[in-house]
């Protein structure tokens, strides 16, 4: 309030908040002041201090100044008696992780750093910066540019959730790249996404084995497949590529529909591990189909209690791996070798390979560059 005598006086707090008057007959047009000052009854008050004539003041808050610390305000949303309590906040705070696109982030971001700095210097925070990292997610385009009516770009969402589904949609946008690039949506495949989806949902309906069942007592490379994949997607996904956590999951959907169509069969308990894994692994990105995936192999509740599944370290062991031969710069032949394979015994192995033989054709070798135990080349003599 804005007094003669006392000049500016805040409001006491047991007249706290202050309830702004009706909208209705105050004249709104711009006129280079606030539209409040036309409520004269709302304007004109008593002084709290001395009890003289009084302004309201007619300014209102930006809406920045509520979205510059609103993360102080969910560690403790249901305080009626203050913002937040520095102890909560100290616990839970500053923040771990920011995702924001890079247009609304820039100043944003100023005004929180802003905010956070003067609260520390009240005494009221232990941190100066509200965020600890920020990734700037990337924009979704059509053919290279911003969606616009103008250029006739434009791509509405809602139909392509009627035609394909939330899962689809979803499961597209992340596997289309990294969260911080672009999304370019002419390059992507709904329709594709959607049957990826149909695949894996069939997998649980193929499953004839009983829950709880020891996978230990079933097949051994898929079982190795499907800790891979676990081991890799939790990786990537710590990592912010969901990508990839979805190239890992669609890796494990083929390797469990070759098991079971012609491998260990529908009853191995390696094929439930693998279903499992697969639901739990789409639950990040597919929720309605993995919950579906879900309640087929004969689980309850719900698929996001499951947390991740323990990943075997000794599944993850690689007994052999394919070592590429290359003669001139082509690949001219492949071998399964061991990891742990010394440069020589590779260099000899690689030399002796029957596509190699074929290539040199009685040239001498002039010489052999290994990098053990996946590559060899050979340039001839």
């Given at each position: 309030?804005?007094?003669e005598v ?5 409001v006491?707090?047991d ?6 008057p009706p909208?209705e007959g105050l004249?709104?047009?711009p006129?280079g002041?606030s ?18 004539a ?12 509520d979205?510059s ?5 969910y560690?403790?949303?249901h ?8 102890q909560?906040?100290r ?8 995702v924001?696109?890079?247009?609304h ?5 100023l005004?929180?750093?802003f ?5 520390h210097d009240?005494g009221?925070?232990d941190?100066t910066e ?7 997610q990337g ?5 290279g540019?911003a969606m ?6 434009l791509?509405r969402?809602?139909?392509?959730l009627?035609?394909n589904?939330?899962d689809?949609?979803?499961?597209t946008?992340v ?5 911080e ?5 002419a390059?992507v495949?709904p329709s594709?996404s ?10 649980a309906s ?5 829950p ?10 898929l ?7 676990l081991?890799d ?9 969901f ?6 999951t ?6 469990t ?8 069969g529908?009853a ?5 591990e ?8 789409l639950?990040?990105v597919?929720?309605?189909t ?5 309640a087929?192999l004969?689980h ?14 000794a599944l993850l062991?690689e007994?052999t791996?394919?070592?590429?031969v ?11 070798v061991?990891p742990?394979?010394?440069e ?10 029957p596509?190699?033989?074929k290539?040199?054709?009685g040239a ?7 990098r ?10």
């Amino acid at each position: 309030m804005h007094c003669e005598v006392c000049g500016e006086v805040p409001v006491p707090d047991d007249q706290l908040p202050v309830t702004l008057p009706p909208a209705e007959g105050l004249e709104l047009k711009p006129k280079g002041t606030s539209p409040l000052g036309g409520a004269t009854d709302w304007v004109n008050t008593r002084c709290p201090r001395c009890g003289g004539a009084a302004l309201r003041d007619t300014d209102t808050m930006d809406t920045f100044v509520d979205s510059s610390w609103y993360y102080l305000r969910y560690a403790d949303p249901h305080n009626e008696v203050a913002a937040f309590d520095p102890q909560i906040v100290r616990e839970w705070l500053p923040v771990d992780q920011y995702v924001g696109g890079v247009t609304h982030a820039i100043l944003h971001l100023l005004y929180s750093r802003f905010f956070t700095k003067v609260l520390h210097d009240m005494g009221l925070l232990d941190f100066t910066e509200p965020f600890t990292r920020l990734l700037n997610q990337g924009m979704v385009v059509m053919d290279g540019s911003a969606m616009s009516k103008s250029r006739g770009n434009l791509v509405r969402l809602s139909d392509e959730l009627a035609v394909n589904g939330v899962d689809a949609i979803r499961l597209t946008m992340v596997f289309a790249g990294p969260p911080e690039d672009d999304v370019d949506w002419a390059d992507v495949s709904p329709s594709g996404s959607r049957k990826f989806l149909a695949r894996a949902w069939r997998l649980a309906s193929d499953v004839s084995s009983d829950p709880g069942v020891d996978p230990a007592t079933g097949d051994v490379e898929l079982r190795k497949a499907t800790h891979r994949a676990l081991h890799d997607a939790a990786v990537a996904v710590e990592s912010f590529r969901f990508n990839v956590a979805v190239a890992r999951t669609m890796e494990l959907v083929n390797a469990t529909r070759k098991a079971i169509d012609s491998g260990c069969g529908p009853a191995d308990p390696a094929v439930r591990e693998a279903v499992e894994a697969v639901a739990i692994m789409l639950s990040l990105v597919a929720p309605y189909t993995a919950e579906d995936m879900w309640a087929q192999l004969g689980h309850e509740p719900t698929v996001f209690l499951a947390g991740w599944p323990d990943v075997d370290p000794a599944l993850l062991v690689e007994d052999t791996v394919t070592c590429v031969v290359q003669v001139a710069g082509k690949v001219r032949d492949r071998l399964e070798v061991p990891p742990t394979i010394s440069e020589d015994d590779l260099r000899d192995l690689a030399i002796a390979a029957p596509g190699v033989v074929k290539a040199l054709e009685g040239a001498g070798v002039r010489t052999v560059i290994v990098r053990a135990p996946k590559l060899v080349n050979i340039v001839p003599a």
